[in-house]
């Protein structure tokens, strides 16, 4: 990406749960992209908007580090992102632009279902599977409990099953997922959707009439949706 360019550039998740309706948001806005399924920028025909294809997780960092513009990311995402560079001194602050009506989920603590649950105490010294080990820390420690993580980069439900952990920390949407594997949501960590995100440094004055056209038809689009 060309940090000089006067395109504004827009990261989205290249392929999973946002993208889809990342995609339609941005065109329903009246942004016009071909895209191809091998390319990881997509330029609109239209305006002066390239859209950046990558996974989820990689797009806080890169609207923190400034080398995008824009972000279209869950808040799960953009929360773990935050505390882990929080933590590791990187640079973490970005604008919260507006809350998108798309992408709800939660990130929930879930037991076996032969376990006795009375509590967040009672996983006291026990070891937790999860993606997300910075927002579940960050949940346990305003809660005085001190438990193992064991960090996983998926398949966190088939953890305690296969020995590896007494409960996990997952995202959850319908619960057929727990449910299938035994499990029973306990604790609600974090409540998320997407939100749209701009980098911390202003934007040039060409880049932010974009946005300021861009900002009050994504109101447009969600209102209408209601
Ligand atoms: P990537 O390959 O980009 O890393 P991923 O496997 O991490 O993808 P997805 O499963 O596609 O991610 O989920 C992306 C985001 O969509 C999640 O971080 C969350 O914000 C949101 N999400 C998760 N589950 C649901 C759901 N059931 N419905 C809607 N949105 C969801
Ligand atoms: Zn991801």
Do not use: W
């Not at 080398?67 to 602050?93: F, I, M, P, S, Y």
């Not at 609600?188 to 701009?198: D, K, N």
Request: glycine share 8%; with cysteine.
């Amino acid at each position: 990406v060309d940090k000089n360019s006067q395109r504004l550039t827009i990261a989205i998740q290249k392929s999973g749960r946002l993208s889809k309706e990342s995609i339609a948001l941005l065109q329903a806005c009246g942004f016009k992209f071909s895209l191809h399924e091998a390319r990881l920028l997509a330029h609109s025909s239209n305006q002066s908007v390239d859209l950046l294809r990558v996974r989820d997780d990689d797009i806080p960092g890169l609207v923190m580090d400034g080398v995008v513009d824009l972000g279209l990311v869950g808040e799960n995402v953009l929360e773990e992102v935050r505390l882990e560079r929080q933590a590791t001194q990187l640079a973490c602050k970005v604008q919260r632009l507006r809350a998108l009506d798309f992408g709800q989920c939660r990130l929930s603590i879930a037991v076996p279902k032969e376990e006795a649950y009375g509590g967040i105490q009672d996983l006291d010294g026990k070891r937790i599977a999860t993606t997300y080990p910075y927002l579940l820390q960050n949940y346990l420690q305003q809660r005085g409990v001190s438990a193992n993580n064991a960090i996983l980069t998926g398949s966190v439900e088939v953890a305690p099953r296969a020995g590896l952990a007494d409960a996990i920390c997952d995202l959850v949407s319908t619960g057929a997922t727990l449910e299938a594997n035994g499990l029973v949501e306990k604790e609600v960590i974090f409540r998320s959707q997407a939100q749209l995100i701009q980098r911390p440094e202003p934007l040039s004055a060409a880049k932010q009439a974009i946005v300021d056209q861009l900002l009050p038809r994504i109101d447009g689009v969600q209102m209408a949706r209601e």
